[in-house]
């Protein structure tokens, strides 16, 4: 029993270690920004699956905690911090709709509701995050906005559904 804590404790650590170096990685490789940070936010659904949705949120403060103390731009921060909601929201709601025996679709409009409720405001709240500043100066480009994040929460979630499949073809007799 011991052994199962230890073990699940070291794996926690370690890929709260690599989340966090992902996301500074993103901060100093400043055209892969997205990926490196998506890629940290994948790592908490793989936490979230293999142990639960306690663990998962803990994995996400304690990311959350390391990334604002390690990361030199806390903008890529709150970036992490909204990509990783939506990844652990989705398998949360996931987790409990497993029960009820649900359709996929459903699931699928849940997630879209998830990342327009995490993404809208970011554009009101966080536009420099999302798009530079000669995008902000640009009226036109605001009614894009939702269409256009939704392609991009399209490509994520897809990439994301991939990246959890072939992790633990390849891991699972590992973690």
């Not at 029993?1 to 989340?19: D, W, Y």
């Not at 992902?22 to 055209?31: A, D, P, Q, R, Y």
């Not at 633990?168 to 007799?173: L, N």
């Amino acid at each position: 029993m011991h052994v199962n804590k230890t073990k699940k404790i070291a794996i926690l650590g370690v890929f709260a270690a690599l989340s966090t170096v992902f996301t500074v990685l993103g901060t100093v490789i400043s055209v892969n920004t997205v990926f490196f940070t998506a890629l940290a936010a994948y790592l908490l659904g793989i936490i979230v699956v293999r142990f639960g949705i306690k663990e998962g949120i803990l994995f996400y403060f304690v990311c959350a905690a390391l990334d604002f103390f390690v990361n030199p731009d806390k903008m890529h921060v709150i970036l992490y911090l909204a990509l990783a909601a939506y990844i652990l929201l989705s398998e949360g709601i996931f987790l409990l709709m497993q029960k009820k025996n649900p359709k996929e679709w459903v699931h699928c409009v849940i997630r879209l509701m998830i990342f327009l409720l995490i993404y809208v405001p970011m554009i009101f709240f966080f536009p420099k995050l999302l798009f530079g500043d000669a995008m902000q100066k640009m009226a036109a480009f605001y009614p894009l906005l939702i269409p256009a994040g939704v392609i991009g929460w399209l490509v994520y979630d897809v990439a994301y559904r991939v990246f959890k499949r072939i992790f633990y073809e390849r891991f699972h007799t590992i973690i």
